[in-house]
């Protein structure tokens, strides 16, 4: 039976559950732990990740994750490649770490946050390793009561639903986890519409609606691995200009390097960093280019058309 293509569109909402293979444990030791969220921030960074919750079990990981660029997939394909990678290295070990595919549970936000904000740092309580959420390190929770500072967890994100001041925050999120100790296995947590989908029947008919949407960027979603030179020689030849880097301000030109860091930040999944680089611009000017392109798209029909037609022949040539 074919799997179910991901369900991914920008700021989507998801409970992350992956398991060690055969049930083996993923991590082996207080290295294994850290090199996992070392990892974890580095991807965050990359992919523009949010994540509003996480704990690492021995076997297996629970994470709270908002894509506000739609990108889940070609994120955790990297984390967890690269994660298995030093594991295997490291431990000396051969074949799959991970158990197949990683659960990804699309939620919605309004009306799940702040129950699966409890139930993901109270894994440690349920499985009986400590009797406090706070004494579990290898956990978002110390960082939401600002006993540690990962830079993983967006706390302003979390707080916010709990107070107005960072202070009042902290003590009902306090309360509220302690309310939830008591709390057992959630099967509806994990037993949802679709086999992806958690929440009310209007969320689940909308998630829905964005399926064939999903799928029909999914077939696009990465070129594969085409060189900053290629896609800026393919774009000149395009639109007839002889170099992308000139330092004109000729609308052509222009709309060639919009184009060009588009691509290879949304299809080729490229650093701003390197694209900034490549075109020696500044890293805001990208970051920023990218963000005013997208809504470009939507508003301005013949630069959609050709950026389309651009994707489908890149496509075609992979």
Not at 3 to 22: D, Q
Not at 236 to 256: M, Q, T, W
Request: net charge positive.
């Amino acid at each position: 039976m074919a799997r179910k293509p991901r369900i991914e569109y920008e700021n989507a909402f998801y409970h992350v559950i992956c398991r060690g293979n055969n049930r083996q444990k993923i991590y082996l030791d207080k290295e294994d732990y850290k090199t996992f969220l070392k990892y974890l921030k580095e991807t965050k960074d990359r992919f523009f990740l949010k994540i509003y919750g996480y704990t690492l079990m021995d076997n297996h990981f629970h994470q709270l994750i908002e894509t506000p660029e739609g990108n889940l997939s070609i994120s955790m394909q990297s984390l967890l490649t690269r994660y298995a990678r030093y594991f295997n290295k490291r431990h000396k070990k051969v074949g799959h770490l991970f158990q197949g595919r990683y659960k990804a549970i699309i939620c919605q936000k309004n009306g799940y946050f702040m129950e699966l904000v409890r139930y993901i740092h109270l894994n440690p309580i349920r499985a009986k390793i400590v009797k406090d959420p706070a004494e579990w390190t290898w956990s978002g929770y110390r960082s939401l009561l600002g006993l540690d500072r990962d830079g993983l967890v967006e706390t302003g994100g979390v707080l916010s639903y709990f107070g107005n001041t960072v202070k009042t925050a902290r003590e009902n999120f306090v309360r509220f986890m302690s309310e939830g100790k008591g709390i057992k296995h959630c099967e509806e947590y994990y037993k949802v519409a679709d086999g992806r989908i958690l929440g009310d029947e209007r969320f689940i008919e909308k998630i829905k609606m964005k399926m064939s949407e999903s799928v029909r960027q999914s077939n696009r979603a990465f070129l594969g691995n085409i060189s900053f030179d290629k896609l800026a020689r393919d774009i000149c030849n395009e639109l007839k200009i002889k170099d992308i880097k000139r330092k004109v301000k000729e609308r052509k030109i222009s709309f060639a390097r919009q184009v060009f860091s588009y691509i290879s930040r949304k299809y080729l999944h490229k650093r701003v960093k390197d694209i900034a680089n490549f075109l020696s611009q500044e890293l805001s000017a990208i970051s920023q280019g990218i963000r005013r392109f997208e809504v470009t798209l939507k508003k301005d029909k013949s630069k959609k058309k050709f950026t389309d037609a651009f994707l489908k022949k890149l496509s075609t040539e992979k």
